[in-house]
Nanobody, 119 residues
């Protein structure tokens, strides 16, 4: 069973920065893509940023130019550098990783880490 362990959430004032980290519990698999989603109270979970195995990123429009996603394939880890944070970035951030096995896509989720941005 693959586990994703997140760290780096917290409380920050608007305009500040945080860095989220996520590492998979195994190095036996190579994930197709890894990244981050978030969910604010009363809202659906939404894409923040993902990065494929080749290092190509994909960002939600709301975070382009402020957030940067990266991964370390050797460690099966993914990171999210968040700059110029806004109160609307407040949410639980979930690490995610997708694996394809025997033609089936399996997506794993971390337990979530809270990010709170005060105005």
């Amino acid at each position: 069973q693959v586990q994703l362990v997140e760290s780096g959430g917290g409380f920050v004032q608007a305009g500040g920065s945080l860095r989220l980290s996520c590492a998979a519990s195994t190095s036996s698999f190579s994930f197709n893509d890894m990244g981050w989603y978030r969910q604010a109270p009363g809202n659906q979970r939404e894409l923040v940023a993902t990065v494929n195995s080749g290092g190509s990123p994909n960002y939600a429009d709301s975070v382009k130019g402020r957030f940067a996603v990266s991964r370390d394939n050797a460690k099966n880890a993914v990171y999210l550098q968040m700059n110029s944070l806004k109160p609307e970035d407040t949410a639980v951030y979930y690490c995610t990783a997708k694996l394809t096995r025997s033609g089936l896509a399996i997506r794993y989720w971390g337990q979530g880490t809270q990010v709170t941005v005060s105005s």
